[in-house]
């Protein structure tokens, strides 16, 4: 196994933060306020298991995409820094994840389960930061223990993530704005540490390579 657990839990980390379950509170509370528990539950469940299929899938396809592109894995590293980089900085400055996803004024659906991919899903839960994210991390992995500790990690989210939309309409009546916010500045400074950490060392591997290349020339 070349991922070490400290690789691992900085990735479930910024998987976490990226979701932030906090600021998912509000759009999905608006979205399933008027749902019976039974039609929430089982909203929850589909978003949750949408949201494994499509990471774990990329975990997957991750290097085989990569290599049909021709992108390097230093290249990919960097663009996951900057999603992590683009995405944690109004956390951190305004707070502003929640207000920021344009949640679009639906009608009643006839069936709760059709607001189950969008918008819950798509872009609520999953963007395209966290796509890039994903990928980056299967990018380094070098064997299939690697790929299922990843992909691992990535099925586990299913469960904060069931429960954020289970309980949404709940706990947004009991958590006040200041302590919404909060939370949402403190998840800002981890992602914004992370996406850091993560350009600088695929910036390093890019000067790496090119130097490799300049010398073989």
């Known amino acids: 196994m070349t991922v070490s657990p400290s690789q691992l839990l900085l990735f479930a980390i910024s998987l976490l933060a990226m979701f932030s379950p906090l600021a998912t509170l509000g759009p999905a509370a608006s979205l399933l306020g008027e749902a019976p528990l039974a039609a929430q539950r089982k909203v929850a469940l589909l978003v949750a298991r949408n949201y494994v299929a499509v990471t774990v899938l990329t975990v997957l396809l991750g290097n085989l995409l990569l290599t049909a592109l021709g992108i390097s894995t230093a290249a990919l590293t960097v663009t996951g820094g900057a999603a992590l980089l683009h ?11 929640a207000a920021d996803r344009n949640v679009p004024d639906l009608p009643a659906p006839v069936k709760w389960d059709e607001l189950a991919a969008v918008p819950l899903t798509f872009p609520i839960a999953i963007g395209g930061g966290t ?32 429960l954020t939309i289970l309980f949404a309409g709940q706990l947004v009546r009991r958590l006040s704005g200041g302590a919404i916010d909060a939370v ?13 950490q993560l350009a600088v060392t695929g910036l390093h591997g890019l000067y790496r390579a090119a130097d490799a290349a300049v010398h073989i020339s």
């Not at 995405?87 to 994840?97: N, S």
């Not at 990928?135 to 989210?157: K, T």
């Not at 949402?184 to 850091?196: D, E, W």
């Open 87 to 97: 995405q944690g900085w109004p956390l951190m400055t305004r707070a502003g994840k």
């Open 131 to 162: 796509i890039a994210v994903v990928i980056s991390a299967a990018s380094r992995c070098n064997n299939l223990i690697d790929l299922a500790s990843v992909a691992a990690v990535c099925a586990l989210m299913g469960i904060p993530v069931f």
């Open 184 to 196: 949402n500045r403190v998840s800002g400074i981890i992602l914004f540490g992370l996406g850091a």
